[in-house]
């Protein structure tokens, strides 16, 4: 999962670092990159976005991997592609196509905006993706970490990316107080390699995501454990508090068919997903129950039978379309432990 930087100073090109701060002696420099690179090309996991350079399919997979864990994105990558393989298939498509593909990877806004850049590429394009961060930046959706990871990885531009593993693993290193953002950023950029940027930037991640983890560092198993100051002294952080609380959905079904509501489209969280209905649990039998976690709250799902009769403001979809609309994950989730898909 790439999970978001900490940090909000802007990043300076390597043109501009001979004005800032020397985080790493000169010295030092060579032997990290090295080690780190090395540690990659023998540990890194297995990925399918791995084993491409094309900007397309980096760009998608570097959309998935916010917020959302590696494995779902593993299962989910594969068929995105096979559905919209190239950018003029992504942007040919209609919306409600791409957010019922996008289904169960959560955070739709990025679906919604990897549709309208692709629309812009074909528009304004040509078809033509970006080769530069910078220009990646222009387009809907893309930050400063996800177009510099795309023009690193696919196009060999020497730009740091800066996501919250990353920042973990340099805070730590450095030892830097948490209240340095615009350092850190110098700092990625002092450190990355020039001649492997791309392959060093996904080190760096994947440092960050397998060994040097929040809680438990698995400090004896990293590259770079020689030159870092902290050594697993781990710096005290806040603790989110996750919230906990129930919720009751009606499953009705009739003559094939499944009642689903839509959300309203200007709601803040999911708007335009399909869902089944919320209700109140009373008098009506549990047909199942389940945990479901969107952000800080914990859901604890209880699904209901209802009559169709006790149903209204929806629709009813047949069994056979549900595959091809936008539901919700957890309306996915709950169609598939009935059964239904």
Known sequence: ???????????????????????????????????????????????????????????????????????????????????????????????????????????????????????????????????????????????????AAIASIAFGEAVAVLDGNVERVLRRLLGLPLNSASQI??????????????????????????????????????????????QGVLPRTARVTRKKKSIAYGLAQRNGRVYLVRRPPKTSLMPDMWELPEIQPNNHPVRFELRHAITVTDYRVSVVRVRAQEVNGGSWVRSDELRKLPLTGLARRILRLASVI
């Open 1 to 147: 999962m790439r999970v978001a930087s900490l940090g909000t100073a802007a990043y300076n090109p390597p043109n501009s670092l001979s004005s800032q701060p020397n985080y790493f002696a000169s010295e030092k420099l060579r032997p990290i990159r090295a080690s780190l690179l090395r540690w990659f090309s023998r540990e890194q996991r297995c990925l399918p976005w791995r084993e491409t350079r094309d900007p397309y399919r980096i760009w998608i997979s570097e959309v998935m991997l916010q917020q959302t864990r590696v494995g779902v994105v593993v299962q989910r990558y594969g068929e995105f592609l096979e559905r919209f393989p190239d950018v003029h298939a992504l942007a040919r498509a209609q919306l409600d196509e791409v957010l019922a593909a996008w289904s169960g990877l959560g955070y739709y806004r990025r679906a919604r905006a990897l549709h309208e850049a692709a629309r812009e590429i074909v528009r304004h394009r040509a078809g033509k993706l970006p080769r530069s961060s910078q220009e990646w930046q222009t387009l809907p959706g893309i930050g400063r970490y996800t177009a």
């Open 185 to 230: 950023w110098d700092a990625a950029g002092q450190l990355l390699s020039r001649s492997s940027p791309g392959d060093f930037n996904q080190a760096m991640m994947e440092l960050g995501a397998t060994i040097c983890l929040p809680a438990q560092p698995r400090c004896a198993h990293c590259p770079i454990r020689s030159w870092c100051v902290t």
